[in-house]
């Protein structure tokens, strides 16, 4: 069974909405709904888009000043007293920076911290390599006890944001900052710990998170008129993964493709490969920063010259369906 | 407890103290012997709300120690207070313990927070401070140990600018001013005066006592409860290895536990407050 997507998926008037909009209106929910719930924040308040919950839950927002591994201690104590804070920051500095407090003063302390790194991948351009988080996943995902969530749209921002809520325990969420076609409904399904069938197919699996859950669905719309039928599945839910779904989708196609704006090393066609080596082994190309740090220039340019794109995931489906075939 | 039952009372947790690293063939020796009194004042002197049958009482003061690796004082002081058996000590970095090498707070009662990595636990003192005075508005206070070395660490200091901003005023850092570190006297590696003068700066309110005089300690945090718009913190001087004569003042015991010749010397000493007793323990 596939998902409702949006009725205008290859449309022209696709809308386009930054997914960090989608966890400010998660937080707008959150802040009506559970006042345990608290933002936190290093001197970014309105670009990661908690604006609106600072102005009407002044005593539930936090400022912190540029000081990211104050940030994730701050989180760990609050949790320490019962509340659900979600600590902000641009990726590249939370949870880039403050690596190890997340790691020994929230996740090994098993504090309720949700920890948003905005503006993450390389979409974020012009302010080049310092700022693209290429590493993020990497680096949360290795992390015991903690959950890694890394929604397609703002959409799924909010549902993430929701969920996250929910959980008891460390959560990160990947936000990014450019506009990103928003393709998922209300109706669209998302829970932690599931991979969702975008689109199916029987010759081989594409799956993928972020933005590029976007271009693999184009790829697989591209490569239709030849005849290649592409399965799409959206992994917003890294870690825990849905081994399950993409076993069950392999077993079909023989091959997979991983797409991401991440570090091919240690994201989520890591995550993907290191579960289908234990399960059931097929060929994977891996599509996302082939080791090496980002530049400056618009995201079209920066996601084509670096291969992340849907022309380059529908180059990988050909090599690896050549990979398939030569079995 | 009279100030000589309290003085007492530190020597039986530097006992302890000696015995657990004896047993465990690792850990650290100075900083645990020399903080024995600030720990005594806080948990045995009235300073600490606490209690040992409800670890999590929600008007209980918190107590967070940033510099986990002296947490053989903690382990031992809060066996005393009747938070987990005296025994149990014994076990401390044995596989399976409550009492792990570095403090780990979700296994072990009456622990608030996990450390290790130094620097960590201003800030997670101070959101409790935080949590506690503007959003619970509950009167517990935030009883926060470091130690000098540890505020080498840039975190530190970020915290440190948080709690004056919020003038988190249940907050009090207590610092162990020994003035050693691994690699040395702390003015050696990486000098840390004029200390006073720069939490002045950071907006605290800063103390200063001796920190084996119980009285004194406990007299501090009162005062602290005074001030009223700004946290405090009391920088107790101490001596590295306190009680033990040959351990006393020297930045290689820091890190190393004694063996069983030295522990039992140590004991001795301890048993004897340094040969003044001439009894049964001869």
């Given at each position: 069974?596939t998902?409702?997507l949006?009725?205008?998926l290859f449309k022209k008037?696709?809308e386009?909405v930054?997914i960090r ?6 937080m707008?929910i959150?802040?009506?709904?559970n006042?345990k ?11 990661t ?5 600072a102005k009407?839950?002044?005593d ?8 990211e591994q ?14 659900i ?14 690596w190890d407090?997340?790691?020994?003063s929230?996740c ?8 948003i790194g ?5 979409s ?15 680096i949360?995902r290795?992390l ?6 890394v ?6 921002a909010?549902?993430a944001t929701?969920?996250?809520?929910k959980l ?6 990947r936000l ?7 393709f ?7 829970e932690?710990g ?24 184009q ?8 005849k290649?039928?592409c399965e799409?599945i959206?992994?917003?839910?890294v ?11 392999v077993?079909k196609?023989q ?11 240690g994201g989520?066609?890591?995550?993907v ?5 234990r ?7 891996f599509v ?10 618009e995201?079209?340019e ?8 849907s ?6 489906v050909?090599k ?8 | 407890?009279?100030i000589?039952?309290l003085?007492?009372?530190a020597?039986?947790?530097r ?5 657990m ?11 645990p ?10 948990y045995?002197?009235g300073?600490?709300k606490?209690?040992?049958k409800?670890p999590?009482m929600?008007?209980r003061d ?7 690796h002296?947490?053989?004082?903690w382990?031992a002081?809060?066996?005393h207070a009747?938070?987990?058996?005296v025994?149990?000590?014994?076990t ?9 090498g570095?403090p ?7 622990a608030e927070?996990?450390?290790?990595p130094?620097g960590?636990?201003l800030?997670?003192?101070a959101a409790?401070?935080y949590a506690l005075?503007?959003m619970k ?9 470091m130690?000098?070395?540890?505020q080498e660490e840039g975190q530190?200091?970020e ?10 005023r249940n ?5 162990d001013r020994n003035?050693i570190?691994i690699d040395?006297?702390?003015e050696?590696?990486m ?8 939490w ?6 800063v103390?200063?006592?001796?920190g084996?005089n119980?009285?004194?300690v ?8 005074a001030?009223?718009?700004k946290p405090?913190v ?6 590295p ?13 820091h ?10 010397k140590a ?9 003044k007793i001439?009894s049964?323990?001869?």
């Amino acid at each position: 069974m596939t998902v409702k997507l949006s009725d205008k998926l290859f449309k022209k008037d696709l809308e386009q909405v930054p997914i960090r909009s989608g966890f400010g209106e998660g937080m707008m929910i959150l802040g009506k709904e559970n006042p345990k719930v608290i933002a936190l924040c290093c001197d970014l308040t309105d670009s990661t888009k908690l604006g609106d919950f600072a102005k009407t839950y002044p005593d539930r927002y936090v400022e912190v000043g540029v000081a990211e591994q104050n940030l994730a201690g701050l989180g760990a104590g609050f949790a320490h007293e019962g509340f659900i804070p979600f600590i902000t920051s641009y990726a590249t500095f939370s949870p880039g920076r403050n690596w190890d407090q997340i790691r020994v003063s929230i996740c090994y302390s098993q504090n309720n911290v949700k920890v948003i790194g905005s503006h993450a991948g390389i979409s974020v351009g012009p302010d080049g390599a310092t700022h693209q988080a290429m590493e993020d996943i990497a680096i949360t995902r290795v992390l015991p006890n903690m959950t890694v969530l890394v929604p397609c749209d703002a959409i799924e921002a909010r549902k993430a944001t929701i969920a996250a809520a929910k959980l008891n325990g460390p959560v990160y969420i990947r936000l990014a900052r450019e506009k990103t076609a928003q393709f998922t409904t209300d109706a669209t399904p998302f829970e932690i710990g599931k991979a969702y069938v975008y689109r199916e197919g029987r010759d081989v699996t594409i799956a993928a998170a972020g933005p590029q859950v976007y271009y693999a669905l184009q790829a697989a719309n591209a490569l239709k008129k030849e005849k290649i039928d592409c399965e799409v599945i959206n992994v917003a839910s890294v870690k825990p993964l849905d081994v399950e779904t993409l076993v069950a989708s392999v077993k079909k196609t023989q091959a997979i493709v991983t797409a991401e704006e991440h570090q091919v090393t240690g994201g989520v066609g890591s995550a993907v490969a290191e579960a289908l080596a234990r399960n059931f082994p097929v060929p994977q190309e891996f599509v996302g920063m082939p080791d090496h740090f980002g530049e400056s220039g618009e995201q079209s340019e920066l996601i084509a010259k670096w291969g992340m794109d849907s022309k380059a995931i529908i180059n990988a489906v050909k090599k690896v369906l050549k990979r398939k075939s030569q079995k | 407890m009279n100030i000589r039952e309290l003085e007492t009372k530190a020597n039986n947790i530097r006992e302890d103290i000696i015995k657990m690293l004896l047993a465990a063939k690792s850990g650290h020796s100075a900083g645990p012997l020399g903080m024995a009194d600030v720990f005594t004042a806080l948990y045995f002197g009235g300073v600490l709300k606490y209690d040992p049958k409800n670890p999590q009482m929600e008007s209980r003061d918190r107590f967070v120690l940033s510099c986990g690796h002296i947490c053989p004082v903690w382990y031992a002081t809060l066996a005393h207070a009747g938070f987990f058996p005296v025994k149990e000590l014994g076990t401390l970095r044995k596989l399976g313990t409550r009492l792990q090498g570095h403090p780990h707070h979700t296994e072990l009662p009456g622990a608030e927070n996990t450390s290790g990595p130094l620097g960590q636990g201003l800030s997670q003192a101070a959101a409790m401070a935080y949590a506690l005075l503007k959003m619970k508005k509950e009167p517990s206070r935030v009883f926060c140990v470091m130690s000098d070395g540890e505020q080498e660490e840039g975190q530190i200091w970020e915290a440190a600018e948080f709690a004056a901003k919020y003038k988190l005023r249940n907050l009090v850092g207590l610092i162990d001013r020994n003035n050693i570190q691994i690699d040395g006297y702390t003015e050696d590696v990486m000098p840390l005066e004029p200390f006073a003068d720069k939490w002045r700066a950071y907006g605290w309110h800063v103390l200063e006592v001796d920190g084996h005089n119980i009285q004194a300690v406990i007299d501090a945090c009162n005062e602290a409860k005074a001030i009223y718009e700004k946290p405090t913190v009391i920088i107790c001087h101490t001596i590295p290895g306190k009680g033990v004569d040959f351990m006393e003042y020297s930045y290689e015991w820091h890190g190393k536990p004694p063996g069983p010749e030295e522990a039992a010397k140590a004991l001795n000493e301890l048993r004897t407050l340094g040969g003044k007793i001439t009894s049964e323990h001869q």
